[in-house]
């Protein structure tokens, strides 16, 4: 059974960081690429990151760039997102998701984390 | 603004047939493939339609999946009361070279 577990999340102060981990098991994690996907309170979905099987293609959304990195660790089955710079717009549950694809440019999510919660405030 | 246009809401009657549209552009639904997503409040997303009209294992027949030109469809049939969620398109956008979604549609099965 495939199952992704998120971690990392919490209070945090405006312009603090924060890194959320994802652990994945019951599928052969380097088969497949990986994002992350969030949903604002009251709001809907919204794409974070995505990175490739072997990492060598990453991409960020326009609302994070500069400010979150993505990578993961194959040999330890992990996702991470370092979050830096937080703003009170970055406030959501975020989900660890698993592409139906191992590369980028195509991609369905097959595969949802239950999500952990970012919350930024002073 | 999501870049992809879903109805923010439909409703019907329990048995009934719904359609819910999705409409995006060239740089997007129009050269890659569209998904939808199922949401409950309170639970994680979960896969209905992939590559436009695929249905995972264990996704009823009565969920179906189109896509033409600009424009992708989510039709679902025999609607049931437990039908009542949230659902989303997705595809990729060429431009951006990242993922987008709609913004999701409530269903009320009346």
């Known amino acids: 059974e495939v199952q992704l577990v998120e971690s990392g999340g919490g209070l945090v102060q405006p312009g603090r960081s924060l890194r959320l981990s994802c652990a994945a098991s019951?599928?052969?994690?380097?088969?497949?690429?990986m994002h992350w996907v969030r949903q604002p309170p009251g709001k809907g979905l919204e794409w974070v990151s995505g990175?490739?099987?072997?990492?060598?293609?990453?991409r960020y959304a326009d609302s994070v760039k500069g400010r979150f990195t993505i990578s993961r660790d194959n040999a330890k089955n992990s996702l991470y997102l370092q979050m830096n710079s937080l703003r009170a717009e970055d406030m959501a549950l975020y989900y660890c998701?698993?592409?139906?694809?191992?590369?980028?440019?195509?991609?369905?999510?097959?595969?949802w984390g239950q999500g952990t919660l970012v919350t930024v405030s002073s | 603004q999501s870049v992809l246009t879903q109805p923010p809401s439909v409703s019907a009657a329990p048995g009934q047939k719904v359609s819910i549209s999705c409409s995006g552009s060239s740089t997007n639904i129009e050269h890659n493939y569209v998904s939808w997503y199922q949401h409950f409040p309170g639970s994680a997303p979960k896969l209905l339609i992939y590559?436009?009209?695929k249905r995972p294992s264990g996704i009823p027949d009565r969920f179906s999946g189109s896509k033409s030109g600009t424009s992708a469809t989510l039709d679902i049939t025999g609607l049931q009361t437990g039908d009542e969620a949230d659902y989303y398109c997705?595809?990729?956008?060429?431009?951006?070279?990242?993922?987008?979604f709609g913004g999701g549609t409530k269903l009320t099965v009346l």
């Open positions: 997705g595809t990729w956008e060429s431009l951006l070279s990242g993922v987008i």
């Open positions: 998701v698993r592409s139906g694809y191992y590369y980028l440019a195509q991609f369905y999510f097959d595969s």
């Open positions: 019951g599928f052969t994690f380097d088969d497949f690429a």
């Open positions: 990175i490739s099987w072997n990492s060598g293609t990453i």
């Open positions: 590559d436009n009209n």
